[in-house]
């Protein structure tokens, strides 16, 4: 694939004169918008006179200039909604993208709520970014507002992960947290991810009241000082390397050939670090994938979910002979993973990786005292391994943000592992949040101990269905190409999925029809439905919060005898299940079948 050259312009560095430059001033260009587009003029020019850059500024005039009142009646729709994943957009001018003036209001409206429950005279603020597009220049924004506000910025001179930033909240005693990313969105993206004192991401309400905060700020001019020098990561990165190698159980289990990527993001180099620190030899890492790079060529969704994307380390991989294949997303907060098996090499669920971290930990820890995690949309097969093992279990709405709340709720629990099926995993207790470098050095300790027992995670696998079922796994994403109009059509399909549940699906009754919108008294209300039919299979569905999409989630359940020729018919029963449940929830939901 072609790499484009040309970069979005709010995120072009080479407009960072300084956050602190006056208000820009002069008359407009002459343009005479439509009569019913009087109003939109009025609200683009507010916006131009309080934009402190000039790339952006330009971007809308050119919009004007061309009579693109469509599209600029699209960008001035309303504000980005700041929710509990903070602000997520694409990078450009105007209230619903990504660009400094947005950032530079949401930086005031945070740091006044923190102000606002801080028992300290003088906040204290700890900013991340990542190598996206705009990155940089949204920290600096950042650190110039809470400059102005009399706040103690930390902020980092060059580039770190996401599990950094969350682990330099509580490490540095910060009142807050704010990691400049959009994690595993495509290029075009940026975002603003918040953290308050206890290292987690935020949740209701404190999400509703930093968003009103937010709006206030958005109706004044934002004061800005000179920020403080940004100071180097490295003093954090140590201690966190330090921590996450303590999570480590089995000290004579490092005999492994990893092959690696950080898919163009920033988690490589503490990722090599990470295992050294642990005692393994460096991974080898795909060349063309190592560097940081904001264009992600080759890689328009880098994620590790998506089709296509493990295909470089999968590659190296076979090259190598290695034992692992191990893919971090932008940030390093998500692992993907792969292994070889009879047929080659595979990727691994986010729900087989789960059950693989799990497995070990659990075999490696003895006590009614851990504590296990899983989202709602995740497989039941970690609930099962764990009260098997005597531990505690908790199931949470999907997010870290709720994934680790169980941790901070019981203090006197050991959280031992904690994880969502989309490649979101935390151990013990070091970072309050998914960790992708750490959940990769601990899974490559369970594929060496695997290797030194004469076995394999296939392997390891297969005996974990044979014991308590084979949990056959299918996540499927129906996209919608319209943002703006992308949660809508989402709404309206959960509104069916909850109106009119089908007495049988695919031959098997739903016994059960349980709507998390409606309070339980377990969970806090969300979008989410789930039906449970009468063969232990569960369809999940909920709206993306991030994009514009709904996601449906299936497992089935399915004995599996002794043997390798039981264990292949099971597998094929798994997938010839999951395909027609999938083939008779899209008639019922009347989509495209092509």
């Known amino acids: 694939m072609a790499r484009s050259t040309e970069r979005p312009r709010a995120a072009r560095e080479a407009s960072q004169s300084g956050p602190g430059l006056p208000q820009p001033t002069g008359p407009l260009p002459a343009v005479a918008p439509p009569a019913d587009h009087a109003s939109l003029r009025r609200r683009v020019d507010a916006w131009l006179a309080a934009d402190p850059d000039p790339d952006t500024r330009a971007e809308l005039q050119e919009l004007m200039a061309a009579g693109k009142w469509n599209e600029l009646a699209g960008r001035f729709a309303g504000r980005l909604a700041f929710g509990t994943a903070g602000l997520r957009a694409e990078v450009g001018a105007?209230?619903?993208?990504?660009?400094?003036?947005?950032?530079?209001?949401?930086?005031?409206?945070?740091?006044?709520?923190?102000?606002?429950?801080?028992?300290?005279?003088?906040?204290?603020?700890?900013?991340?970014?990542?190598?996206?597009?705009?990155?940089?220049?949204?920290?600096?924004?950042?650190?110039?507002?809470?400059?102005?506000?009399g706040a103690e910025a930390i902020w980092y001179d060059r580039p770190v992960p996401t599990p950094v930033l969350a682990y330099a909240v509580r490490q540095l005693g910060a009142d807050a947290g704010v990691m400049v990313t959009a994690s595993h969105n495509p290029p075009s993206d940026n975002g603003y991810k918040v953290y308050l004192d206890d290292g987690a991401q935020i949740i209701p309400p404190h999400d509703e009241r930093i968003a009103a905060e937010i709006a206030t700020a958005a109706m004044q001019q934002v004061p800005v000082a000179e920020p403080v020098p940004p100071v180097s990561p490295d003093e954090v990165e140590q201690a966190y390397l330090t921590a996450i190698s303590g999570l480590l159980v089995v000290p004579?289990?490092?005999?492994?050939?990893?092959?690696?990527?950080?898919?163009?993001?920033?988690?490589?180099?503490?990722?090599?670090?990470a295992f050294r620190r642990g005692g393994f030899a460096a991974p080898h890492v795909v060349d063309k994938q190592a560097a940081p790079d904001p264009d992600f060529p080759g890689l328009p969704f880098p994620n590790p979910e998506e089709p296509g994307v493990l295909d470089a380390v999968v590659a190296l991989a076979r090259d190598i002979g290695a034992d692992l294949a191990v893919a971090n997303d932008p940030d390093a907060d998500r692992l993907g993973a792969a292994i070889p098996d009879a047929s080659g090499w595979r990727a691994l669920s986010g729900n087989e990786i789960g059950a693989l971290l799990a497995d070990h930990l659990l075999r490696h820890s003895t006590g009614d005292d851990r504590l296990l995690v899983a989202s709602v949309?995740?497989?039941?097969?970690?609930?099962?391994?764990?009260?098997?093992?005597?531990?505690?279990?908790?199931?949470?709405?999907?997010?870290?943000?709720?994934?680790?709340?169980p941790a901070l709720a019981h203090p006197e629990l050991r959280f031992l592992f904690g994880y969502e099926e989309a490649l979101g995993y935390s151990v013990g207790s070091v970072v309050r949040d998914k960790d992708g470098i750490s959940a990769a050095l601990v899974l490559a300790e369970a594929v060496a101990e695997l290797k030194a027992l004469g076995t394999t995670p296939a392997g390891r696998l297969a005996?974990?269905?044979?014991?308590?079922?084979?949990?056959?796994?299918?996540?499927?994403?129906?996209?919608?190409?319209?943002?703006?109009?992308?949660?809508?059509?989402?709404?309206?399909?959960?509104?069916?999925?909850?109106?009119?549940?089908?007495?049988?699906?695919?031959?098997?009754?739903?016994?059960?029809?349980?709507?998390?919108?409606?309070?339980?008294?377990?969970?806090?209300?969300?979008?989410?439905?789930?039906?449970?039919?009468?063969?232990?299979?569960?369809?999940?569905?909920?709206?993306?919060?991030?994009?514009?999409?709904?996601?449906?989630?299936?497992?089935?359940?399915?004995?599996?005898?002794?043997?390798?020729?039981?264990?292949?018919?099971?597998?094929?029963?798994?997938?010839?299940?999951?395909?027609?449940?999938?083939?008779?929830?899209?008639?019922?939901?009347?989509?495209?079948?092509?």
């Open 94 to 149: 105007g209230p619903l993208r990504m660009n400094r003036l947005v950032v530079r209001q949401a930086a005031a409206g945070l740091l006044r709520y923190v102000a606002g429950r801080s028992p300290r005279r003088s906040v204290r603020i700890v900013v991340g970014h990542d190598a996206r597009h705009g990155s940089r220049s949204f920290a600096t924004e950042t650190a110039a507002v809470a400059r102005a506000a």
């Open 252 to 273: 004579h289990a490092r005999d492994i050939r990893v092959a690696s990527t950080p898919l163009c993001g920033v988690g490589g180099p503490l990722l090599l670090k």
């Open 377 to 405: 949309v995740s497989s039941r097969l970690v609930e099962r391994m764990a009260i098997a093992a005597g531990a505690r279990f908790e199931s949470t709405l999907t997010g870290f943000k709720w994934v680790i709340r």
């Open 463 to 594: 005996d974990l269905a044979r014991k308590f079922g084979l949990h056959g796994t299918r996540q499927w994403s129906i996209r919608f190409t319209d943002r703006l109009q992308g949660a809508s059509q989402a709404a309206a399909l959960m509104e069916r999925v909850r109106s009119g549940p089908p007495a049988r699906l695919a031959g098997r009754r739903i016994v059960a029809v349980h709507d998390l919108a409606q309070p339980t008294g377990e969970l806090p209300p969300a979008d989410v439905v789930l039906w449970d039919l009468d063969d232990q299979s569960r369809i999940v569905f909920r709206p993306s919060g991030t994009e514009p999409k709904l996601k449906v989630y299936l497992e089935v359940v399915v004995p599996v005898g002794a043997g390798d020729d039981a264990y292949r018919g099971a597998t094929a029963a798994c997938e010839a299940r999951l395909a027609e449940l999938q083939a008779e929830l899209v008639l019922m939901l009347g989509l495209p079948t092509a």
